[in-house]
């Protein structure tokens, strides 16, 4: 991208975290990660990343976990004939609760609400996924 005032705001390149370059090729067993935003990346970003989940798998978030902000999860489908068909079927846990998902969703996180594991129980076609966290960047803390 050409340099301009307001050009530094636009990511159009992966560029992720040392920590997520660790286990990008486990990752990329079921999923390929798009474009990922914090502070890291933008100065004074919050944290987005984004992929497309490919294959049925235990994912790599198989631990509990909780964060000391809000977050948001995303999963949608890839027809866009039926964009509310989520084209698979994901298992998530909120706290003690396994949750089903097989339409688009959205998840509100609340800071300090246990979450995980998070498996990909069927995958017929691509869902896009995101998780956005306020925060400055994507900081977990894991729940045994």
């Known amino acids: 991208m ?63 976990h909780e964060h000391d902000t809000d977050e948001i999860i995303g999963f949608f489908g890839s027809d866009p004939r039926n964009p509310y068909d989520l084209g698979g079927e994901i298992e998530i846990w909120l706290e003690d609760e396994k949750h089903i998902i097989t339409r688009s969703a959205m998840l509100f996180v609340p800071a300090g609400m246990k979450h995980c594991p998070l498996i990909l129980k069927r995958v017929d076609r691509p869902i896009f996924h995101f998780t956005t966290v306020p925060g400055g960047q994507y900081i977990k803390d894991e729940k045994k």
């Open 2 to 64: 050409t340099e301009s005032k307001y050009g530094k705001y636009i990511v159009t390149e992966l560029k992720i975290p040392e920590e997520k370059q660790k286990i990008a090729a486990e990752y990329s067993k079921y999923a390929t990660r798009i474009l990922w935003m914090d502070e890291n990346v933008v100065p004074g970003a919050f944290h987005m990343n984004t992929a497309w989940y490919l294959k049925s798998a235990a994912t790599l978030e198989e631990v509990p």
